[in-house]
C-alpha cells in the first residue's frame, strides 16, 4: 500500500468515533489501494464491503481532509459508488 493511503488511515480513524459506522465501506483510491471503514474503525483492506467507493487519490484525499463532501463528489462524477446506497450516505455522515 502506498505512503497515502496509510496517512488516509490515520487520518480517518482520528475522524471517526468508535462504533459509529453499522455496516462497511470500502474506499478504493485508483493506483493507490483500499481502505475498509467499519465499525472497528479504519484499516488498509481489500477485502469485501457493502458499498464500495472508487475515486481518484486527489478526490479521496479532499473526501478525507473535510474539504470535499463525499454526496458532492458523488454527484460531481468524481466519486463511484456501487452497493448499498445507504450505507455510502450514512459514511457521508460520519465524516462530515
Not at 28 to 33: A, C, K, L, N, P
Request: proline residues 1%; charged residues 20%.
Amino acid at each position: 500500500m502506498s505512503d497515502k493511503v496509510n496517512a488516509a488511515v490515520d487520518a480517518l480513524n482520528a475522524r471517526l468515533d468508535a462504533g459509529a459506522m453499522e455496516g462497511s465501506a470500502k474506499f478504493v483510491v485508483r493506483g493507490e489501494g483500499a481502505i475498509i471503514i467499519d465499525a472497528a474503525g479504519a484499516r488498509v483492506c481489500d477485502g469485501a464491503a457493502d458499498v464500495t467507493l472508487t475515486a481518484a487519490a486527489d478526490v479521496f484525499q479532499a473526501i478525507v481532509e473535510g474539504d470535499l463532501d463525499p454526496a458532492a463528489a458523488y454527484l460531481s462524477g468524481k466519486l463511484d459508488v456501487a452497493g448499498d446506497m445507504s450505507v455510502a450516505m450514512q459514511l457521508g455522515r460520519v465524516l462530515n
